[in-house]
């Protein structure tokens, strides 16, 4: 073989090993959790694991029961995705279509800036000045509860809601638009009906993306909630997530005991729960671009 | 010409419509008559397109343009006396390239309607009905009204948004080059609804097909680099111009 045909040869091969890299890496994290979280089900049914309502992970013998974690995750995305999303489909519309050039350019640069913040910063400026409020303005014992970490949540979801509610807009082809116009149509109604239209699959893929990165965060959400494991029964109490749940406990919990695995167990839950989000994100991204 | 001089269904005067520093249009002042079919032609960059969207106004979705001059549709003034919406309802547009909105055939065409009030369901039906059949569309789409525009052919999109543009009952339907993407057919399907129209309707018709100017307009215009050459009825635009320059573009010597 030739020199260059040597080089080439590596070249393909290289290429090939990055690109499959990531598959491969995916496989290997599903398997090694499946291989640590499936042991714990060797002691414990799924259905207790699932749906038991005490999580005592260090009484003896342990109480494995994750209802009131996934309760607390479900509640602290359900409130932040009641913020986010209508307060980002909103915007998304406001910086596509009305704002003029200079003051578009100053609001997308301001909503990088926002996503640029690391969560632990955005939690610790919650847990000194958002905690405190909340606490005051509704006379609660404690302001670490589910609606504190929904704000701050709502916050870190909604760059990637306007961002991708925008492109959606952004690609809505401007014949439609011309057409509308043309019928006679005043800028809101062009809007309301066929631009709203037009985005809607991208819209609902930048929401699903948001709730994704929600309920997947962690650091944030662990410094302003709070971290009872109780089934909340309102936003104005303490609740801990899943995620909050394995960052914490990783570094205490015995290796190879039942503790241990169940934080493996969450992990799969999690990770089942977030897979499901984004392919359903991404349904939706394609049906857009079919059409 | 001894024909006394109808009232001009829209006059023109010193308009010029300007891209920032570069004007596209330059002191143009004419009269589109009632009834009639005028037709533009010219090279492109000659401001036929700048001239027809000035004349319902779709210049204005682009911020970079200013026009300057005086348009007057039945006397009133479409900058100062009207609203642009209720301008475009009176004034239609018909695109290059069909572009139906994404909702189904019966719903592209009750949109504009329904925007101006229109809600009682007989007459919206009715209103489809006549439209599509003005626009030579009813036989083929009839029996699926329901269906997206976006699975007719090119050429019956076409159509559909001259129905679409009818259903408003507008007094004038302007045409900017609207034949560029079809077929002979459908071509000659579009120009049919045309000579149809121009019973009740004022139409303009911005072409860059010489022979379809010749074919359907009553009278012709030349455009060239932002100023009108020549006016005058389409046979003597196209026998006997009075301009070197007109004769040149016809027979094809440049454009």
Not at chain 2, 14 to 34: F, M, Q, W
Request: hydrophobic letters at 45%; charged letters at 20%.
């Amino acid at each position: 073989m030739s020199p260059r045909k040597i080089r080439e040869f590596f070249i393909e091969k290289l290429i090939f090993l990055s690109g499959v890299a990531s598959i491969v890496f995916v496989a290997l994290i599903f398997v090694f959790l499946l291989k640590e979280g499936v042991s714990l089900f060797k002691t414990i049914g799924l259905g207790d694991f699932l749906g038991g309502r005490f999580w005592y992970p260090i009484s003896d013998p342990p109480k494995l029961g994750i209802l009131p974690l996934i309760l607390g995750s479900l509640l602290v995305t359900a409130g932040a995705i009641a913020l986010a999303v209508p307060l980002g489909i909103a915007s998304a519309f406001y910086i596509a279509e009305v704002a003029p050039p200079r003051l578009r350019d100053a609001l997308k640069t301001c909503i990088e800036v926002l996503s640029a913040i690391p969560s632990v910063v955005l939690g610790f400026i919650g847990m000194v000045t958002l905690v405190p409020f909340i606490k005051r303005v509704f006379g609660i014992p404690t302001g670490l509860t589910a609606m504190t970490g929904s704000i701050m949540l709502a916050l870190m979801a909604l760059p990637t809601i306007i961002s991708i509610s925008e492109d959606a807009i952004n690609s809505v082809p401007g014949e439609y638009k011309a057409g509308a116009i043309a019928l006679g149509a005043t800028h809101w109604q062009t809007l309301r009906r066929v631009i709203i239209h037009g985005a809607m699959p991208g819209i609902i893929a930048a929401s699903m993306l948001g709730i994704g990165r929600v309920f997947g965060e962690t650091m944030a959400v662990m410094m302003v909630t709070g971290n009872a494991a109780v089934i909340p029964k309102s936003l104005l109490q303490p609740v801990r997530t899943l995620t909050a749940t394995i960052a914490a406990e990783m570094g205490e919990a015995v290796r190879g005991s039942e503790h241990f695995y169940a934080l493996f167990a969450i992990g799969i839950v999690l990770f089942i729960i977030s897979f499901a989000i984004n392919v359903t994100a991404d349904l939706f991204l394609n049906r857009g671009k079919k059409r | 010409m001894t024909a006394e001089a109808p009232t001009p269904k829209i006059e023109v005067r010193d308009l010029t419509v300007a891209y920032g520093r570069e004007s596209a249009l330059r002191n143009l002042s004419l009269d589109i008559l009632p009834n009639e079919i005028l037709s533009i032609i010219g090279p492109s960059n000659s401001g036929k397109t700048s001239f027809l969207r000035a004349l319902n106004r779709m210049n204005d979705l682009e911020p970079r343009i200013r026009t300057t001059g005086t348009i007057r549709l039945d006397g009133a003034d479409i900058r100062r006396d009207l609203a642009a919406e209720d301008l475009r309802k009176r004034v239609g547009m018909i695109f290059a390239l069909p572009n139906p909105l994404p909702l189904s055939i019966f719903e592209n065409i009750v949109y504009g309607p329904r925007r101006s009030g229109v809600r009682d369901k007989n007459i919206l039906a009715g209103l489809v009905e006549s439209s599509l059949r003005s626009a030579f569309l009813w036989d083929e789409v009839k029996d699926r009204l329901q269906s997206s525009a976006f699975k007719l052919s090119g050429g019956q999109q076409q159509r559909l948004c001259i129905a679409r543009t009818l259903a408003l009952g507008p007094e004038v339907i302007l045409y900017d080059e609207p034949c560029s993407g079809l077929d002979p057919i459908s071509t000659a399907k579009v120009e049919e609804s045309m000579t149809e129209l121009r019973k009740s309707q004022t139409i303009v018709l911005v072409t860059n097909n010489t022979k379809q100017a010749a074919r359907v307009g009553t009278r012709t215009a030349f455009f060239l680099s932002g100023e009108m050459v020549e006016i005058g009825p389409t046979d003597k635009i196209f026998t006997a111009p009075d301009d070197k320059r007109t004769e040149d573009y016809i027979v094809g010597r440049f454009g």
